[in-house]
């Protein structure tokens, strides 16, 4: 008798169509330009701004091994060269070109348009960029920095509580720790730059948003037709869905490498300038736009949960599969529309993280990925609204942490929190401590 845990040829053959579909997908979109020589494997990149306003055809000279490069920036003030080994670069501004009236003088720094750099990381811009102000330094009070900083913590908290939400109802109702759920956030972005961008359709942003997260809600839909139920029908353990899980992360992520490059692509208008809200917080109307849809979507996705029918069917199922089917309630049906609304979630909320950053790259779901298990987590496992509270804790952890701690630590502070938080609550903020026994 044929073990009901083995992942036996139907399933397999289907897990292989949906990669060959997505591969013909994006094959059928076409590959987005990459901005910077694919043959380099490090790249150099910047911007050349003059109080917030982004400067054209100012040349910059990127000079090390490999010979002396010359670019010039474009419409938006970026710059980027591609470079054949991780050694020192020196990096000039060529002052000549700036426009009337503006200067690199800096009191504080005898060369102020040259700097030297070395990209360590392959694909990974390593960022140089020329900043130029009214010649006035002006420091700004801590108090300042922390409200600019609180600010920015719940607006990416609210990004990242879209992509949790989704990732917490897929955990309660299957069991499974979709870590392909990053590569679901990736997706909604690279489908709005195909379908803002110049290199598919041009449509307007606000066309290319909710078609971006159709798509993704459509994906979702597939992977769930294609992998994950006939898998639950299999009666397949929860660690071999995980590991399934990982496989497809792993694959689609290359995919997505593979068609967009390892550049950063930009969405239009990443390079909105600031303006004055309150006070010394400073915000642009893109961000101000971002935070306003995340509030929208989550209060009526909270609405949907807590009052229609299949919202309640789904916290049913997630306090109790057995119990519930037993009632009459369809499971599959509810598990389906469940891996639909996580993956136009997870959609929208990789559109506003590409402003965030700002940029697409093929791996940016990933560098989140943590993150939103760890809002999950610390929420409470297989909650919706634990996993909203979580990812604003994220959020501003991640944000304020950095006023204290060197910025590319400033995730790690946030797993560090969620250690000492869980060993004082280990079921997490709204979930309930198991009984043993």
Do not use: C
Not at 232 to 246: A, F, K, P
Not at 324 to 333: E, K, L, M, R, T
Not at 389 to 411: C, H, K, N, W, Y
């Amino acid at each position: 008798m044929r073990s009901t845990t083995r992942l036996g040829w139907p399933a397999a053959h289907r897990a292989l169509a949906l990669l060959l579909l997505a591969l013909g997908l994006l094959a059928l979109l076409g590959p987005v330009q990459a901005s910077a020589a694919e043959d380099d494997p490090y790249k150099i990149a910047g911007n050349v701004q003059f109080e917030g306003e982004a400067i054209e055809g100012v040349t910059i000279t990127v000079d090390g091994p490999g010979g002396a490069q010359v670019v010039e920036t474009g419409p938006e003030g970026r710059w980027n060269v591609g470079v054949p080994e991780a050694a020192e670069y020196t990096v000039t501004l060529d002052v000549d070109t700036l426009p009337e009236g503006v200067t690199l003088d800096d009191p504080e720094d005898d060369s102020p348009e040259t700097k030297e750099v070395t990209p360590n990381v392959p694909f990974a811009p390593k960022a140089v960029n020329f900043f130029i102000g009214e010649g006035d330094r002006e420091s700004t009070a801590f108090g300042a920095q922390l409200a600019q900083r609180l600010v920015q913590g719940v607006n990416f908290g609210l990004m990242l509580a879209l992509a949790s939400v989704g990732l917490s109802l897929v955990f309660g109702t299957t069991g499974i720790s979709n870590f392909a759920h990053g590569e679901m956030v990736t997706f909604g972005a690279v489908m709005a730059l195909w379908i803002g961008g110049t290199a598919f359709l041009g449509a307007s942003l606000w066309i290319a948003l909710p078609v971006a997260v159709l798509i993704s809600a459509l994906f979702g839909l597939l992977m769930d037709v294609v992998v994950w139920r006939p898998l639950r029908h299999r009666s397949v353990g929860v660690v071999q869905l995980m590991i399934v899980s990982i496989g497809l992360s792993l694959a689609i992520r290359y995919l997505f490498q593979y068609f967009i490059g390892g550049g950063t692509e930009q969405l239009p208008g990443a390079s909105a300038e600031r303006i004055d809200i309150i006070g010394p917080i400073r915000l642009t109307r893109v961000d101000l736009a971002s935070m306003g849809i995340a509030i929208a979507v989550i209060v009526a996705f909270a609405l949907w949960l807590l009052y229609s029918r299949l919202g309640k069917a789904t916290r049913a199922i997630s306090d109790n599969p057995g119990l519930a089917a037993a009632s009459g309630i369809d499971v599959d049906f509810v598990v389906r529309v469940v891996w639909v609304m996580a993956a136009a979630l997870a959609g929208l909320a990789g559109v506003l993280y590409a402003y965030y950053r700002p940029g697409i790259k093929w791996d940016m779901g990933t560098q989140v990925l943590l993150l939103m298990f760890a809002a999950v987590t610390l929420g409470g496992l297989g909650t919706a609204f634990g996993a909203l509270i979580g990812a604003i804790i994220i959020g501003i952890i991640v944000e304020t942490s950095s006023l204290f701690i060197p910025a590319d630590l400033r995730f790690a502070s946030a797993l560090a929190i969620l250690i000492v938080i869980l060993l004082v609550r280990p079921q997490g903020i709204l979930g309930r401590r198991e009984r043993i026994g």
